[in-house]
């Protein structure tokens, strides 16, 4: 087919008689369920998307190769940002990882490294995602469970011991304090004698997803905003390999939105960030190609694909015409993808396995630049190392053994497909509109507008699986006895032998230097400047994530979410 013919029919008579064999068909499929005496029941993606018995070129009829397809590599990068694909490069095998203290974890990635992983991706443990140090009293009980406990730099000079910064990238999942983590971790190179201008990696750093679903935010949206655009300045200048930021679906969908409110209100968090950074005064094409993306693998294997699809259809087109970036990399949706930590059942723990397979298949279908697939002990505690190794091996068979990477978007042109990237990116961009008639994400948030869409969603799905009109394999059907599996159990000497570090750090270190950059810090921060170099000094002088943050909520305050109905 030529690129600019519409539709998958060129004649009139090609119409009549695919209208002539599908109603021919629909009277058999009729006649074969009344015979089986079963009624005609309504199928739904997980979302809750009604879905056809059977799709034709009649669904497509004004469909466009050139502008809803088109080709690898070229506007509107439909079919992936790359000509070659994975054809020539894999995807970064990138799995989660962090538990403990900093020398448990770094013993984990050097492991996860010799078993083939390409790419590191640090856990934090709650503490530290909340901006508070492990000699907070909020954080008994929690140090190096949910992550590894990273306090100052003497910690993260540890977790990357013997890990060269400039051979490895690294993704560090982390929000409000994110500026400060970066801070560490380009301090550490810095030790290590690798420049900033050589490293590459990603930080987290979406907060407007905080406040629609996670909820680990410390300030209010408008100085966390200018926080992230700092980094993004500052990134695009000195660390120039690096993603500042990477705008996470993935969240999203773990709080129980579908798979098009995932797709429309992470794409409009992007547009957010990208409309404070022009404000900010940035140059479009300066910042854009290190914006990366994060989204959800969730169960409906077709839905997943089409989502992932849609994604870097939206965004060339908003990139390009919205804010006219120029440079076709600026256009490129990359993103990571992550399979679905809210599937996962502690029920018959290992039909796990499979649901991360299907998961994973989807993202590499969907044409992700990253994965992390997740571990079948997952709903129990962080994974042992049998448990990521066999996650890993799920990524690396699908690589080298599946076939699937042999030929480009093998499921381009389907017909079921193709009309449900384009659904779903007709639902999105109308997600999108509302939200820019609201004034913005930001106001979005503050109206308590996608919390609430989110919130409906979750809750229809439970309703959905209470009155089993979804399966789910061993909760509510086929269920078993339960089956004990070994977990990663967190030795309590963890808690001690942090807080004792901790407490040797803040005995050796330069007490007035730190003082000093605390006081720098909330000074440029009441001048609204860039804080990216003050970060780097109380960092650098050993300034606890606590202390830092500290700082900060003396000049921009405490967020406390409006309760919203």
């Known amino acids: 087919m030529k690129s ?3 539709g998958y029919l060129s004649s009139a008579g090609e119409i009549r008689t695919l209208r002539r064999g599908l109603k021919k068909w629909e009277q058999a499929y009729e006649q074969e369920l009344n015979l089986c005496g079963r009624k005609e029941k309504e199928f739904t993606s997980i979302s809750g998307r009604p879905i056809k018995a059977l799709y ?7 469909f466009d190769y050139g502008r809803d397809l088109g080709f690898p590599g070229q506007y509107p990068f439909t079919r992936g940002i790359h000509p070659t694909m994975y054809r020539g490069r894999l995807w970064t095998m990138r799995q989660f990882s962090g538990f403990g203290t900093a020398e448990d974890t770094n013993r984990r990635y050097k492991y996860l490294l010799s078993q083939g992983q390409t790419g590191l991706s640090v856990a934090f443990h709650l503490p530290t995602l909340m901006g508070i140090d492990s000699d907070h009293p909020m954080a008994r009980g929690e140090i190096g469970k949910c992550g590894v406990a990273v306090d100052t730099l003497a910690d993260m000079e540890i977790l990357f011991d013997g890990i060269p910064l400039d051979k490895v990238t690294t ?12 801070a560490m971790y380009i301090a550490v190179a810095e030790k290590q004698g690798v420049s900033p201008k050589v490293i590459s990696g990603t930080i987290q750093n979406d907060i407007l997803k905080e406040y629609i679903a996670q909820k680990t935010f410390v300030f209010p949206p408008r100085p966390s905003m200018k926080l992230v655009i700092d980094t993004f300045e500052y990134g695009a200048k000195e660390v120039p390999r690096w993603n500042t ?3 996470s679906g993935y969240h999203i969908r773990e709080a129980g939105a579908t798979a098009v409110q995932e797709l429309a209100f992470t794409l409009r968090d992007g547009i957010e960030y990208v409309e404070w950074a022009l404000e900010r005064g940035l140059k479009i094409d300066d910042f854009a190609p290190r914006l990366s993306f994060f989204f959800n693998a ?13 994604a870097r259809k939206i965004w060339a087109e908003v990139m390009k015409e919205r804010f006219g970036a120029k440079k076709e990399r600026s256009w490129w949706l990359r993103f990571h993808t992550q399979t679905s930590g809210v599937s996962l059942m502690a029920q018959q723990p290992y039909n796990n396995i499979i649901r991360v397979t299907i998961q994973a298949l989807a993202a590499v279908l969907g044409g992700t630049q990253s994965l992390h697939t997740n571990s079948l002990d ?3 505690a962080l994974p042992t190392e049998q448990a990521v190794t066999i996650a890993l091996r799920t990524q690396q068979i699908i690589a080298y053994e599946s076939g699937v990477i042999n030929t480009i978007d093998p ?4 017909y079921y497909l193709e009309k449900l990237t384009l659904d779903m990116e007709k639902e999105a961009k109308a997600y999108i509109k509302k939200i820019d008639e609201l004034g913005g994400m930001v106001k979005a948030i503050e109206l308590g507008f996608p919390q609430k869409e989110i919130a409906d969603s979750a809750y229809r799905y439970q309703q959905e699986v209470e009155k089993k009109e979804k399966i789910i394999v061993g909760v509510n059907a086929f269920e078993m006895e339960h089956e004990p599996i070994p977990i990663l159990e967190v030795d309590p000497a963890v808690a001690r032998h942090q807080l004792n570090r901790l407490r040797e750090v803040k005995r050796t270190r330069n007490k007035t230097m730190v003082k000093q950059t605390l006081s720098d810090l909330k000074k440029a921060a009441r001048d609204e400047v860039n ?3 003050y970060i780097l000094n109380c960092v650098r002088a050993y300034a606890t994530v606590g202390e830092i943050m500290d700082a900060l909520k003396e000049v921009y305050g405490v967020y406390e979410e409006p309760i919203t109905y």
């Open 171 to 182: 993704s560090m999942t982390i929000n409000p304090p994110a500026a400060i983590l970066w």
């Open 56 to 62: 034709t070129p009649l669904d497509l009829k004004d």
């Open 4 to 6: 600019g013919r519409k």
């Open 378 to 380: 997952e709903t129990y």
């Open 298 to 310: 969730h169960n409906d294997f077709f839905e997943e694909i089409a989502k992932f699809r849609a």
């Open 411 to 414: 499921l381009g042109g389907s």
């Open 531 to 533: 804080l990216m170099p």
């Open 245 to 247: 930021i990477s705008i």
